[in-house]
């Protein structure tokens, strides 16, 4: 092996490693690691992928690039595993690697391709070191969007997931300032015969008018909803710096499910956020049930020098992991609930390699043992529950 890349973190992390992969296939003994620091535990893994790392390839070369090259620059230079940074806003450039330019191929056999349409973050979350590692918010334009997807289309991706730091900003930094939902309307006219559009985590308070009408109507937009909502407590969301209030969570999903009863909401929550009080914890616990969250990302809170919530008061350690476990528990119920409700009924689903599949609400199944990568399977699985995967 002449080239690994290690990835962790977030779905542009997944996206940006594909093309690494392509745009370095040539290269000689070679590891990259595409690192994440959104929290403490993602540098410590970024750490512990690094030393593992130059443990199986001591003779590689080994960089580090991604959030935590630029965050935590010193500390991952300082180790002796590391042999070089590459600065995260700059490693899809081809310059940096010494290799020529040309068009990355997107890696074969994937049945699902991530796009990424979006980077950086003009926001001050004030838990958030991101728009540290990534800076400000960047947008591609919908012609390298098409090119990228149409890409991926010849190599046999059967389903588009279009990602990004803050996705639902795209296009503030193009001409004119189009919003995400004429990107979406774009990608599907530019391609009739695909199936299925899937978005990464979107910001509801800028979900556009267009938008939300794909959402709620498209057939070929997955009716899956993944909100980056952090916490159901008003006060918390004020000081986190956030811009929507649980009120406007509810609304949107109720207006969500109002036109597509069958959506699947996931959201992201934030277990133990500064000054979260046990009346502040209850509201994100009841959000869980009240939107009806059934695919659900809970965070620790984690302290990240040089934020504005750093400073603030600390919820104790032993507090925020048994507030993140009871989200997690309440999640689970959510889901558990839900995947029992699909017993019976049938679901399309995408097939993948690991003998699981997806169907259109993100229900991850186990599928028949004749099932074949690639291959859409219409079926009525009880294994829905009984293989359910979290």
Not at 149 to 176: F, I, N
Not at 189 to 203: C, I, M, V
Not at 308 to 337: C, H, T
Request: hydrophobic share 45%.
């Amino acid at each position: 092996m002449t080239l690994e890349v290690v990835s962790l973190g977030c779905r542009l992390n997944l996206s940006e490693s594909e093309s690494l992969r392509g745009l370095l296939a040539a290269s000689d003994n070679l590891t990259v690691i595409n690192s994440c620091a959104v929290t403490a535990e993602a540098v410590r893994q970024t750490r512990q992928a690094i030393r593992r790392a130059r443990k199986a390839r001591p003779d590689a070369r080994l960089l580090v690039t991604g959030c935590a090259a630029e965050v935590e620059r010193e500390a991952l230079s300082a180790m002796p595993e590391v042999d070089g940074l590459v600065a995260n806003a700059a490693k899809l450039d081809p310059r940096v690697w010494n290799v020529p330019p040309s068009p990355v191929a997107p890696h074969q056999g994937h049945t699902r391709a991530f796009v990424d349409v979006q980077n950086g973050c003009d926001h001050a979350c004030t838990f958030c070191v991101i728009p540290q590692g990534r800076g400000p918010s960047r947008s591609r334009s919908v012609q390298q969007v098409i090119a990228d997807v149409a890409l991926h289309l010849e190599s046999g991706a059967r389903e588009v997931v279009l990602t990004g730091v803050d996705l639902t900003s795209w296009g503030g930094d193009l001409p004119d300032g189009p919003r995400l939902g004429s990107l979406v309307r774009a990608t599907l006219d530019a391609f009739p015969t695909l199936e299925r559009l899937r978005l990464s985590s979107l910001d509801g308070i800028e979900i556009d008018t267009q938008l939300f009408e794909l959402l709620a109507g498209e057939p070929r937009v997955m009716p899956h909803v993944h909100l980056s909502l952090q916490s159901g407590d008003d006060m918390i969301l004020k000081r986190m710096k956030r811009r929507h209030a649980r009120a406007d969570a509810i609304r949107l999903v109720e207006n969500l499910r109002a036109r597509r009863p069958d959506i699947a909401i996931g959201a992201d929550l934030i277990a133990g956020f500064p000054t979260e009080d046990a009346a502040m914890h209850a509201a994100n616990l009841s959000i869980i049930k009240e939107l009806d969250v059934v695919h659900g990302h809970v965070f620790p809170y984690s302290l990240r020098p040089g934020t504005p919530a750093a400073r603030m008061p600390q919820v104790a350690p032993a507090v925020i992991k048994a507030r993140a476990a009871e989200l997690r528990a309440a999640v689970a119920a959510q889901r558990s609930r839900w995947l029992a409700s699909l017993v019976g009924t049938p679901l399309k689903v995408l097939a993948e390699r690991d003998g699981t599949g997806h169907a259109e609400n993100f229900a991850r199944v186990r599928l028949p043992d004749d099932a074949q990568v690639s291959h859409w399977l219409t079926i009525t699985p009880r294994a829905v529950i009984e293989g359910m995967l979290a």
